[in-house]
């Protein structure tokens, strides 16, 4: 599965220095800034194409966490090689293992992504942001949250004007979603649990809710109202989806994890040889890679047809 999310967005030019101090509000907080970032550390893979698309991807100077190739196009993937990386280490659900004083020493003057050891409660004065889902501000998911996403980021690198052409173009990719690749099937969004580890699905407030419906799927987890919980294999069994999507962070043989739960054998899915392994990041949490998420899923749907 190779896809090149940040050709998707629009090619700016360099952001300019900007002295003027203002804030940003993230997760129930005003993120104040006393200039326009120059020094950004990303935690999370989330915002690469959103900051190559506003033309700001070179004020990273380094990366920690799970950046696959497949996100991105090769001159952005070329880019993050250039960058420096502090960790690649995940724990079993996925989230970043790193140090503070690793993060610190790249002198910062903005952290993306959130971690045990980096997060608002310790980054002291360095302004961070997190993503929306992650916090619990999408109660509701849908498309507008990518939006959101987009302006977010436009706001925090000073940038403000260039969100709407990459929201624009965007907007033009989700109305072009087929409805009826997935007409009449149910699907279920997890992440599994490796070496018999929590296995999770995925409702109401995730991402998997818009690209569901995008899809014509029906999200047999619609109905719960968490973005993210913990499922047992009876009631997965129970759901019996007609497809399964196992969103990971590289984790192998991530789909075995899934089609090895007791009773497994006996979901629709897993009958017909529709689990389908996908990234974490091209459905959650919102972002431009979720559109892209979203496009992968209705191709290789329409190629199972």
């Given at each position: 599965m190779t896809l090149a999310a940040a050709t998707l967005l629009c090619s700016c030019a360099p952001a300019p220095h900007s002295e003027a101090a203002y804030?940003?509000?993230?997760?129930?907080?005003?993120?104040?800034?006393?200039?326009?970032?120059?020094?950004?550390v990303l935690q999370d893979s989330t915002a690469v194409a959103t900051l190559d698309g506003l033309g700001v991807l070179d004020k990273v100077v380094a990366k920690?966490?799970?950046?696959?190739?497949?996100y991105f196009t090769d001159a952005v993937n070329a880019q993050l090689d250039a960058i420096a990386s502090l960790s690649d280490r995940l724990n079993s659900t996925g989230h970043?293992?790193?140090?503070?004083?690793?993060v610190m020493a790249e002198n910062p003057d903005l952290i993306i992504g959130y971690s045990d050891t980096v997060n608002p409660q310790t980054a002291g004065e360095v302004p961070i942001l997190s993503e929306p889902g992650f916090c619990g501000e999408i109660t509701s998911a849908s498309w507008a949250d990518v939006d959101a996403h987009i302006d977010l980021y436009a706001r925090a690198m000073g940038v403000p004007e260039r969100a709407?052409?990459?929201?624009?173009?965007v907007d033009t990719r989700v109305a072009q979603l087929d409805a009826s690749v997935g007409s009449g099937r149910s699907v279920a969004f997890v992440y599994p649990g490796v070496e018999g580890g929590t296995t999770y699905g995925y409702g109401a407030a995730s991402m998997a809710a818009p690209v569901s419906e995008s899809l014509g799927l029906r999200n047999v987890f619609a109905d719960v109202s968490e973005r993210v919980f913990e499922i047992s294999a009876e009631q997965l069994v129970a759901a019996n989806p007609d497809v399964?999507?196992?969103?990971?962070?590289?984790?192998?043989?991530?789909a075995g994890a899934v089609t090895s739960l007791p009773g497994a054998d006996s979901i629709a899915?897993?009958?017909?040889?529709?689990?389908?392994?996908?990234?974490?990041?091209?459905v959650e949490p919102a972002s431009p890679l979720s559109v892209a998420g979203a496009e992968e899923l209705q191709r290789v749907l329409e190629l199972k047809s």
């Open positions: 804030t940003v509000g993230n997760c129930g907080r005003e993120v104040a800034f006393t200039h326009a970032p120059e020094r950004v920690a966490g799970f950046f696959p190739p497949e970043i293992q790193i140090t503070k004083e690793a709407g052409a990459v929201k624009e173009g399964i999507v196992v969103l990971n962070s590289g984790e192998d043989n991530a899915a897993v009958r017909s040889g529709e689990v389908i392994p996908m990234y974490l990041s091209f």
